[in-house]
């Protein structure tokens, strides 16, 4: 399984972005598709989940109502739709894929190879 992040860039406090995971490889509609991200010095943390099947979306709390999963199915990819963005929201952003629905960064096997997301005030 490969995945493919990109959509990254500098943008000022207020903004938005648009992050997009390609697969390649074998088909992953057996897999739940998951956002985090990792700021410097801090711990990679969960920030959005779309489900496998019913395409069901959980979000962090720092994030909910300003952050979007999404996928297209036919063209294997996953988007993080982000807007009025905050100098909080600095980080790298990683997708990820696994067959739980687990917010734990430790039990996914995939990775992207992230996207760097800066925001100035």
């Known amino acids: 399984v490969q995945l493919q992040a990109s959509g990254g860039g500098l943008v000022q406090a207020g903004g938005s972005l648009r992050l997009s995971c390609t697969h390649s490889?074998?088909?992953?509609?057996?897999?739940?598709k998951v956002w985090f991200r990792q700021a410097p010095g801090k711990e990679r943390e969960f920030v959005a989940r779309?489900?496998?099947?019913?395409?069901?979306?959980f979000y962090a709390d720092s994030v909910k109502g300003r952050f979007t999963i999404s996928r297209d199915i036919p063209k294997h990819t996953v988007y993080l739709q982000m807007n009025n963005l905050k100098p909080e929201d600095t980080a790298v952003y990683y997708c990820?894929?696994?067959?739980?629905?687990?917010?734990?960064?430790?039990?996914?096997?995939?990775w992207g190879q992230g996207t760097l997301v800066t925001v100035s005030s």
């Open positions: 779309i489900s496998r099947g019913t395409g069901n979306a």
């Open positions: 490889g074998r088909t992953l509609s057996s897999y739940h």
């Open positions: 990820a894929v696994d067959m739980e629905a687990t917010t734990d960064p430790s039990k996914f096997k995939y």
